[in-house]
Structures are given as C-alpha cells and as structure tokens.
C-alpha cells in the first residue's frame, strides 16, 4: 500500500517542474521549500530524484536537466513537463466545493487568494459550476484551533493548551508563549515556548482538545532560538538512547519513514535490514516494534529487548486464556 508520504512526494515532484518554468530567473532553494512547506534539505532531495526523471530512453537528453547557482536553482530542459493540468468536470465541480468550503473556516488568512482561485475555477467549470449544491459545512475541532493560535499570534497574547500526549497516553494542561506556525507534511504545528516544560516545544494542532487566547503578553524567553527544520520535524535529543534494530523485507519502510543514522544491509532475515535510530521515549519504539507483527528484533538496548519480550509473553498468555484457544 502507498504510504500518504509517497502520494506527498508524488505530487510535489509533478508540481516542481512547472513551479520552476514559471521562475526562469530561478528561485531560492529556502523560498522554494517554504512554498512547499517542507524542510530544505527535503527539497534538494527531491531535485536530485527530479534529475533522474524524464521521457521513454532515459538518455542524457531526455532527461529534466536543473541549474543550481549558489542557493538558487533553476530548470533548463523540461522534458515535456510543462502541459497545462486540466481537470474534468467533476475534478473541477469537486474543486469548487473545497474552495467553498475553505473559504468558511474562520482565520482563513489566505481568503482573497482563495477568492480568486475560485472565481477562476469557476469559469473554467462553465455551467457545472453553477450547479454545485450549498454544501453544509461543519468546522472541525483542529480548525478551530488553528483560529485561535493565529489571533493569538496576531495579538502577541499568551495560550493555554489542553494537549494530549501520545506517548504518554496523557492529556495535559500548559501555558506557553506561541512563537510561530508550521504546515509539515500536511500537519500544522504551533512552535512555542512551555513555561510547564521550561523549554521550546512544538505542538501539533490536531492533539489540541482546546485553546484559549489569555489575556497576558506573551513572554518567551530572551534569544530563544526557532528550530531548525532542515533535518526534519522530528530531532530527537543527541544523548537520546540509541535503538538497534532487524528488520524483515516486510518493515524495510521504517528506514524511509523516521530519521535513522546508520542503515545496512542483512542476510540475516533474507533481505533484511540492521538500522540505528535515537528516541528520548522508549516506550515510543516498544509500540513501535510491537505493531510490526514479528518483523523486527531488538538488538539494542537491553531494557528495550526485555519488555519487547515480556509483551510477548503476556500476549501469548492471554491467547492460550480464550476459550477454545
């Protein structure tokens, strides 16, 4: 199955090409990650896999040809990629109804670029477009949410956070000072100082049960310093423990799906792979190994490989507990 980073990846790689035709003067790697809303250094893999790509030969002239000048880049051979997108009638009827509704989530702080996307999109719908029935709209929990952290941070004002806590299977109560908002990887997150942590923390929007702007300034600490995303949005603490794991055929996908710092190759299961990674949180990789179904051995820590083992065994105690079993 096609994981949602895939289908991401897919789509911002059709979308490259034509983003940097209509630049030929070239863009900033940095602006154009932004406008994608992914880290830079994702960016530049992504214009390493492009350069790969091109028509049926797969010659050297046939392949999209990039120029990097400093930090900006350009693109100087399209191989074809530059056929306007046209949608049919019901991709555009569907378009016009997500437009809409868009438009009706409160804090919207693009409307008038939403506005003329629509009237556009309209026209070229025609008729079909007029036909759309007024779709009732209900603002989910995390809209909401994403409203009340922007005026937040249009008003310079303090937050309090009901946030839960995955890892912990905890929902908490802070205060914190919202310093910015991040889209990645189609999740907003709000990037704030904890006054319950002491510390910088981002928080994701959709494990916000509820938020409140006080009535207080906000007050981060003097020289803090905003993460840096071009690693990703998970950075696990340098002395963070370090997991070992096997893996099997079946779970090679963990090494694409979350930072590793050491990958290998393995006989040992057939097509395996021995991989490193670091988390603060061990009981996050326990889950972790436990959802992988048998398809991967802890080699490191210790602590870890014991209650992966003990899990085991409970489960398989409670199976031979069932009737019938």
Known sequence: MTSPATNERMTRLLSLVPYLTARPEGVPLAEAARDFGVPERQLRRDLDLLWMCGLPGYGPGDLIDLAFEGDRVRVTFTAGMVRPLR?????????VVALRTLLELPGLAEQEAVSRALAKVSAAAGHAAERVTPVALSVDAREQSLAVVRRGLEQGRALHLHYYVPTRDERTERTVDPLR????????????????AEGLRLFRLDRVDDVEVLDEPAAPPPGVHLRDLDNGIYQPEPGAPVVRLRLARTARWVAEYYPVEDVREVDDPPGGLAVALRTGDLAWARRLVASLGGAATVEEPAELAGAVAADARAALTRYGEQPGA
Not at 87 to 95: F, I, K, N
Not at 181 to 196: H, I, N
Request: aromatic fraction near 8%; charge should be negative; charged fraction near 30%.
């Open 181 to 196: 908002l991040l889209l990645v990887d189609g999740r907003s997150y709000l990037e704030a100082w904890c006054r319950r």
């Open 87 to 95: 949608l049919t009638t019901d991709e555009a009827v569907a378009l």
